[in-house]
């Protein structure tokens, strides 16, 4: 059974960082991803990046790209979002995701399979 359980998140200054932890537990396949979504305020659940575990890739929205990292452990049982330079519009609830196949990543929201619970980024002055 998987089960993602969020850390971090709160209020941050424009220009500041904060780091997202998901501890991930229950994945006894080798074709998964992990995700991160977020859903700002009125707005749809959107992908903020994507790690595909076949070829060990990670992908950033273009939104995010130079700014988000996304990073884990050695067997990724705990992943993270590195978020650096943030903006107002990176206000959201951030969430992590895991999909059971390795194309998952191409369907966004539609592809994954179990979500975490969300956790609340503010970035405001």
């Known amino acids: 059974r998987f089960s993602c359980r969020r850390l971090g998140g709160g209020l941050v200054q424009p220009g500041g960082s904060l780091r997202l932890s998901c501890v991930v537990s229950?994945?006894?396949?080798?074709?998964?991803?992990i995700a991160w979504f977020r859903q700002a305020p009125g707005k749809g659940r959107e992908k903020v990046s994507c790690?595909?575990?076949?070829?060990?890739?990670?992908q950033l929205e273009d939104s995010v790209k130079g700014r988000f990292t996304f990073s884990g452990d050695n067997a990724m049982k705990t992943v993270y979002l590195q978020m650096n330079d943030l903006k107002a519009e990176d206000t959201a609830v951030y969430y992590c995701?895991?999909?059971?196949?390795?194309?998952?990543?191409?369907?966004?929201?539609?592809?994954?399979?179990?979500w975490g619970k969300g956790t609340l980024v503010t970035v405001s002055s």
């Open positions: 229950g994945i006894t396949i080798e074709d998964y991803v």
């Open positions: 790690f595909i575990n076949k070829d060990g890739t990670t």
């Open positions: 995701a895991a999909g059971v196949y390795s194309d998952s990543c191409r369907w966004g929201i539609d592809g994954m399979d179990y």
